[in-house]
């Protein structure tokens, strides 16, 4: 008999068990901040009497001001209705 033969074990060795299988699931959600969610302030009225006055470059300043503020107030009020 050869030595290699004499030296090996009598019983095979164990079956390994199978690798386990791993399941992932992935889930998305739309979560808005509260900031977003939250009613927006109405919108300040002025008082009566009030008068603005300026030089056509700080006018034209703050009609520009207003204008980007009511394209923000719009795009706080899509995303409110985005997130319902």
């Given at each position: 008999?050869?030595?290699?033969?004499?030296?090996?074990?009598?019983?095979?060795?164990?079956?390994?068990?199978?690798?386990?299988?791993?399941?992932?699931?992935?889930?998305?959600?739309?979560?808005?901040?509260?900031?977003?969610?939250?009613?927006?302030?109405?919108?300040?009225?002025p008082?009566?009497?009030?008068?603005?006055?300026?030089?056509?470059?700080g006018?034209?300043?703050?009609?520009?001001?207003?204008?980007?503020?009511?394209?923000?107030?719009?795009?706080?009020?899509?995303?409110?209705?985005?997130?319902?």
């Amino acid at each position: 008999m050869l030595a290699a033969c004499a030296s090996s074990p009598s019983k095979p060795p164990p079956q390994r068990a199978p690798d386990p299988v791993i399941e992932t699931r992935t889930e998305v959600r739309t979560v808005c901040p509260s900031e977003v969610t939250a009613p927006l302030a109405p919108r300040p009225e002025p008082a009566a009497g009030a008068e603005l006055t300026g030089n056509e470059l700080g006018m034209a300043w703050l009609g520009a001001i207003l204008s980007r503020l009511g394209l923000v107030e719009g795009r706080m009020h899509d995303a409110a209705e985005a997130c319902q």
